[in-house]
């Protein structure tokens, strides 16, 4: 049997590699959301993975920052991960078809800060994993709960989906023990480390990767693939 057929399979189950969906999810605006997204993005893609963006903010902020930087640099041929425009009641549908497509090895969506009840579930059950970035404050924990809240239906739905909070804009001689304990009452998983609050993970490039973030990316697809 020629070697190529095992290319991409499972052992065991000769189960193909599916595109893996992973959406940030939160109910406020300027949670993180974007630059863990882009971030995550582009730190997968320097690993010579295959990743497409998704933003479904309106404003479409990341293709105007793509093309902004691309200026700058004065590349005239984006042979970066294609980053592409949605809207929260079509999201969902878009996804669907792209993993029938499997071109991409990770879809990730950033989500917009206003969203329907019905957007939220609808995307949580085209995902593979949600995460839910906030910091510390009052504020972001309340948001960050009311979030977990809004996402557990679809959780019931599809048990396999993976919710996770990760700890963002966080001081950077902060202990990870004292992140889990201020964590502990939302009712999701906690990925294992934190985003610093520092200026460098604020102002993300659409096409660099930020070095310091490997770790954080590192996290998130070790408990993607638990």
Do not use: W
């Not at 991409?8 to 189960?15: I, R, S």
């Not at 949670?31 to 320097?46: C, D, E, F, I, R």
């Not at 001689?173 to 990925?191: F, G, P, Q, S, W």
């Amino acid at each position: 049997m020629p070697q190529q057929f095992f290319k991409g399979l499972f052992l065991g189950n000769l189960k193909l590699v599916m595109t893996k969906v992973i959406s940030f999810i939160s109910r406020k605006g300027g949670s993180g959301k974007t630059t863990n997204a882009v971030n995550l993005a582009t730190t997968l893609q320097s690993r010579r993975k295959k990743v497409m963006l998704v933003e479904t903010d309106t404003n479409y902020t990341l293709n105007s920052l793509r093309k902004l930087e691309l200026f700058k640099r004065k590349i005239s041929v984006d042979n970066n991960f294609p980053i592409v425009g949605s809207e929260d009641n079509r999201v969902a549908s878009e996804i669907e078809i792209l993993r029938k497509r499997n071109d991409f090895d990770y879809i990730i969506i950033d989500s917009a800060g206003k969203t329907t009840d019905q957007g939220i579930r609808e995307l949580c059950l085209e995902s593979d994993m949600v995460i839910i970035t906030t910091s510390l404050t009052q504020n972001d924990l309340l948001v960050a709960y009311q979030t977990v809240k809004d996402l557990l239906p679809a959780k019931d739905i599809k048990p396999d989906l993976k919710l996770y909070i990760l700890p963002n804009r966080i001081h950077s001689h902060t202990r990870m023990r004292t992140v889990r304990e201020v964590l502990k009452h939302l009712n999701a998983d906690l990925i294992d480390t934190y985003v610093p609050q520092r200026k460098l993970y604020t102002s993300p490039s659409t096409i660099k990767p930020e070095k310091r973030y490997r770790s954080v990316a590192t996290q998130i697809i070790k408990h993607l693939n638990e």
